[in-house]
Every structure is written in structure tokens, then in C-alpha cells.
């Protein structure tokens, strides 16, 4: 069996290295300092130009995991209990890099250098024109062709339970003007909680839009479609689009829609309801409206009735992409053999709102050489 780069940090304990086998961590008798995550790193394949990928894997006190590898800054598997304290992977993804590195609909992976889709892939700072790789439909979609989800993410650890990664995207990387320098930080807490924080500084005016594309299904192990999931969003209007899912630039009331999720609602309940937005996006894929405070709100719950898993989410953001998991077809096998069918899994990308560049009624996505781009999402974990 493998040895293991085993890296033990706590607040009592410090740093120390020792080797040991996987199926030992769980069983380790030595007592638990009140803060305790533990790190530990293996190798997870290598690209075609022979270039090595690393998972990182955070286990916090409770026994909660989290892996995380440098390519794309993917959350490879989140393993979290459900009522009965039974520990499950709640995330999709594949079991090995080649997964990820062939056609993937962005599991688990950091969105940018614009989250969401920016119209025709056209947008103008101070008078001048910049054009994007026209991705999705004839539309700009998550920073092109290739955006923060393929590029290698410098880790490091950065306190007990913490990773920062860290990249460079160059001026006029996939039409993107300035240097930015983006550092994303995931903390899993003992309260079993992942916070990231985003910041981000350019060199020359820009736009930035980051967000986290996880794929969750709270059953464990993808067992079934996310349609019995019950949803609440914390909010009043969502943003409509056009058949290119693109925002029309108006904000609708969700009052009397299938988009009102106020009150927690099954996803399945009005998903297949004649409305020509959910026709649009083939069921939900829309961005909600949350107040436009930058403190941290809530801003959405989740919930499966058998596991009783529950993820509550917070941003400082003022907008989360609800998107049902309406592209997945069956035609990805994901990890443990299970064949991804349609909505299998739901994303809560917590964003500014999508083509916010050409909508100046939208808040803005502009960063300037000067200023910090600074957001922050907190996904909480628990059962009910
Ligand atoms: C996003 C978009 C969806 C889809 C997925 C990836 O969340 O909003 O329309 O493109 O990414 O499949």
C-alpha cells in the first residue's frame, strides 16, 4: 500500500511530519487538540506535457475531508456525514486526472477570469473594444477556452486547514487586459465549513468575476438526480435571459414564478413548468438577486430528505448562479463507476451578475490597477 506525506497541524501541536497508510488517519488514538486539521498530499497524475498534478486533502477534527488538486483548483471530493453520521462524498468529479482533463463541465473548479457568460464575448473599458473566445453559443462562458479552471494553481498551506493558491493571468491572457494576480484561499473549519476568499489586483483597468463550480449532491455519492433536494434562496428578483442565456438587463420579481425558492421548494417541484425561462435554459440556470451589501448574507440552503444533509451558503457577492445540472446527459462516468444522468448535480455559484461588463445597471466587475478585489463564500455543512 502507499506511504503517505502526512502533515499534522494544530494550534496545541504545531507542525510535524510523520508517514503513515490512509486507512490509519481516522483511527488515531493520540488526543485531539481543540483545533486540529491535518494535510496530507499525493500525487494525482500528470498532464500530457508530463507536468505534475498534487491533491491536497484537509481533514478537519470532525472527521470531515476535502481534496483539492493544483490543476484548475479543483475540490476533487468532499466526503461529509449524513444524519447518521455516515461519512459520503457529496461533490462530482472523476476518480483520476484524465477526467478532468478532458471535456469536463467545470466540476469542482475555480471560474475565471469571468464566472458566467459575457454577450457575444465583446466587452469595452475606457473606449476600447476587447474580444473573448466565443465558447458557448456565441457567447463568452467561464474566461474561454482556457480559463482559471485548466491553468496550474501555485499551493501552499497557509495555517491549519488552509490552502492558498495562487496564479498569475497574464495581460491579454484569453483577451483579458492587465496582469492579475489571483490568490483563492479554501479553509475548512472544525465547524464544518468551507470558507474561500478571493482576492485579486491588476496592472491595467479589467474586469474579474470569480466563482466556484462545485457540483453537489447531497445523497452521497451521487445516488440519485438532485430533484428531491429542497432549495431556499434568500431572494426576491432573479436576472432573466434570452434564449442565449444572456441577461435581457431587466430584474424579475420572483413573486409567482417557479423561481420563487423564498420558501424552501423541491428543485423537482416546478422545474418542468411552462415558463419560457426555464425553457430557455433547459430548467434552472439563472442567476438570483441578493442584496447588494458587500457584507456576508445568506444566501441559499440545501437539503436531501433521506441523508438529511444540509449546506447553507453565504457570500459577500451580490448574485448566486443556480444552475440544475441541466447539460448533464449521461454520457460522463464520474468517480466509483457512477454515470452522471441528467441533473445530477446542482451548482450555487456565488458571482456578480452574468454579462455585468455591457449592463450598467448590473454592479460592477471592473478593478482597477490600485484596488483589491476581495470576496468571500462560506459553505456550511450539517444535517437535519
Ligand atoms: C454554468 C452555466 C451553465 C453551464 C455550466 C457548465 O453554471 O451557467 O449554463 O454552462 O456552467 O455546464
Known amino acids: 500500500m502507499k506511504n503517505y506525506l502526512y502533515i499534522v497541524i494544530g494550534s496545541v501541536c504545531g507542525l510535524l511530519l510523520a508517514s503513515c497508510r490512509p486507512d490509519q488517519k481516522q483511527t488515531e488514538s493520540t488526543p485531539q487538540p481543540d483545533t486540529m486539521v491535518t494535510t496530507a498530499t499525493k500525487p494525482f497524475g500528470k498532464t500530457a506535457d508530463g507536468k505534475e498534478v498534487t491533491e491536497y486533502t484537509l481533514t478537519n477534527k470532525n472527521g470531515v475531508t476535502m481534496s483539492v488538486i493544483n490543476y484548475g483548483g479543483i475540490i476533487t471530493r468532499l466526503s461529509t456525514p449524513d444524519k447518521n453520521g455516515v461519512f459520503e462524498d457529496i461533490v462530482l468529479g472523476y476518480d483520476s486526472l484524465s477526467g478532468y482533463l478532458k471535456e469536463t463541465p467545470y466540476f469542482g473548479a475555480i471560474v475565471g477570469r469571468y464566472g458566467n457568460r459575457i454577450a457575444n464575448g465583446k466587452f469595452t473599458l475606457d473606449g476600447q473594444t476587447y474580444s473573448l473566445a466565443q465558447n458557448n453559443n456565441g457567447q463568452h462562458l467561464h474566461g474561454g477556452l482556457k480559463g482559471f ?209 455591457n449592463q450598467k445597471s448590473f454592479p460592477s466587475t471592473e478593478l482597477k490597477p490600485g484596488e483589491v478585489y476581495k470576496t468571500y463564500t462560506t459553505y456550511k455543512f450539517s444535517v437535519r
Open 149 to 357: 479552471d485548466k491553468v496550474f494553481w501555485t499551493i501552499e498551506q497557509a495555517g491549519p486547514g488552509k490552502l492558498r493558491l495562487t496564479y498569475v493571468s497574464n495581460d491579454m491572457e484569453e483577451g483579458y487586459p492587465g496582469n492579475l494576480n489571483v490568490e483563492v484561499t479554501y479553509e475548512l473549519t472544525d465547524d464544518n465549513e468551507l470558507k474561500i476568499a478571493y482576492t485579486a489586483t491588476t496592472d491595467k483597468k479589467t474586469i474579474v468575476n470569480l466563482t466556484q463550480h462545485s457540483y453537489f449532491n447531497l445523497s452521497g455519492n451521487a445516488k440519485r438526480d438532485i430533484l428531491d433536494h429542497a432549495l431556499t434562496l434568500y431572494a426576491d428578483k432573479f436576472v432573466p435571459v434570452t434564449n442565449v442565456l444572456i441577461p435581457t438587463g431587466k430584474l424579475n420579481d420572483v413573486a409567482g414564478t417557479p423561481f420563487d425558492f423564498r420558501k424552501e421548494t423541491a428543485i423537482g417541484l416546478r422545474t418542468n413548468d411552462k415558463d419560457q425561462q426555464l425553457e430557455f435554459a433547459g430548467g434552472y440556470d439563472h442567476c438570483w438577486v441578493l442584496s447588494s451589501s458587500d457584507s456576508i448574507k445568506h444566501a441559499a440552503t440545501v437539503s436531501e430528505p433521506v441523508s438529511g444533509r444540509v449546506v447553507d451558503v453565504y457570500t459577500t457577492e451580490p448574485g448566486i448562479q443556480f444552475y440544475a445540472g441541466n447539460f448533464l446527459d449521461g454520457s460522463i462516468t464520474g468517480k466509483q463507476g457512477v454515470v452522471y444522468k441528467h441533473r445530477y448535480g446542482l451548482c450555487l455559484e456565488t458571482e456578480h451578475f452574468p454579462d455585468s461588463p
